[in-house]
């Protein structure tokens, strides 16, 4: 495997547009109507695609989009320098506060929100000192 491409199904596509350019800071690689693409790092993106537009692909095979809005089934976890400024900025960008920004089990500061579509989303750093084994 040499590329990751996840995609989310989002009820708006121009607002989930404009609240994951401003979380990340960065433009689209792709924006076209049915279609919005961002762009990670090598082999690594995130799509935002309409609901309505995958139901033409999914159903009746599967339940429409919409019938699972809001309820977390997944999350995207980014590791990332700044985590607990990412989440702040998520939540001034409207995204709901799920778990604060805190030390994990598992050795990293993590903090968690949900989106518009309620993906969740956690912003992690590694914990230093759970590193050191202090």
């Given at each position: 495997?040499?590329?990751l491409?996840?995609i989310l199904?989002?009820?708006?596509?121009?607002?989930?547009?404009r609240?994951?350019?401003?979380l990340f800071?960065?433009?689209?690689?792709?924006?076209?109507p049915?279609m919005?693409?961002?762009?990670f790092?090598?082999?690594?993106?995130?799509?935002?695609?309409?609901?309505?537009?995958?139901?033409?692909?999914?159903?009746?095979?599967?339940?429409?989009?919409?019938?699972?809005?809001?309820?977390?089934?997944?999350?995207?976890?980014?590791?990332?320098e700044?985590?607990e400024?990412?989440?702040?900025?998520?939540?001034?960008?409207?995204?709901?506060?799920?778990?604060?920004?805190?030390?994990?089990?598992?050795?990293?500061?993590?903090?968690?929100v949900?989106?518009?579509?309620?993906?969740?989303?956690?912003f992690?750093?590694?914990?230093?000192?759970?590193?050191l084994?202090?």
């Open positions: 495997m040499n590329n491409f996840t199904y989002v009820k708006d596509q121009e607002k989930s547009k609240f994951y350019r401003d800071e960065q433009e689209p690689s792709l924006d076209v049915g919005t693409e961002f762009s790092f090598e082999g690594c993106q995130l799509g935002l695609m309409p609901e309505a537009g995958i139901s033409k692909i999914i159903t009746p095979a599967l339940p429409h989009p919409e019938k699972g809005s809001n309820i977390p089934r997944c999350e995207l976890y980014f590791r990332v700044g985590a400024s990412y989440l702040r900025r998520a939540i001034e960008l409207g995204a709901k506060p799920v778990s604060p920004y805190s030390p994990r089990d598992w050795g990293e500061h993590v903090g968690y949900a989106d518009f579509d309620g993906h969740v989303l956690a992690a750093e590694k914990d230093l000192l759970h590193l084994d202090v």
